[in-house]
């Protein structure tokens, strides 16, 4: 299939596909130490680290963070609570919203995968130098700043 400039349309090059493929790569190898070091999956880590991080959030609030659908964070979350990891309660303010919260085992597995977490991206950045490094934080900041600028504006296509 040509490419709006007349040239072969190439996968590989393309930005979205690109941004996919090393964010994949990236969560696997987390995914793979915190299934090891915990038996958690990656939307079971993000729920927890982002719930750890601010202490007591709605289950929407946490989905906005994460970037992740309802679907996913109700799932990660209902399993994070059979496992005694976060406790889910009624919003005082809402009666049908939900609060989640770390529980003191929660806390503890928190606090493991903080320091984890660390020296995963400490290995990551050492494939970069520091000015790179900093460039790419920079350069997916703005990205992500521009590309939230679409959201909700249909344009005929998704970026997916």
Excluded at 55 to 82: F, Y
């Amino acid at each position: 299939m040509p490419a709006a400039n007349g040239e072969a349309f190439r996968l590989e090059d393309f930005l979205p596909y690109r941004l996919s493929v090393a964010a994949s790569r990236v969560s696997r190898l987390f995914a793979r130490r915190y299934s090891e070091a915990y038996g958690l999956s990656i939307p079971e880590w993000r729920v927890l680290a982002i719930v750890g991080r601010f202490d007591t959030l709605s289950p929407s609030a946490v989905g906005e963070w994460s970037a992740m659908d309802k679907v996913k964070v109700s799932r990660a979350a209902a399993s994070l609570v059979a496992r005694g990891l976060v406790r889910q309660t009624q919003d005082p303010r809402d009666g049908r919203g939900r609060l989640l919260r770390l529980t003191r085992r929660g806390v503890t597995v928190y606090e493991g995968m903080v320091p984890l977490a660390c020296e995963l991206e400490g290995q990551l950045a050492e494939g970069l130098s520091r000015s790179e490094w900093n460039v790419l934080l920079k350069a997916l900041d703005k990205l992500s700043s521009h590309a939230k600028g679409f959201e909700g504006v249909n344009h005929g296509a998704s970026l997916d």
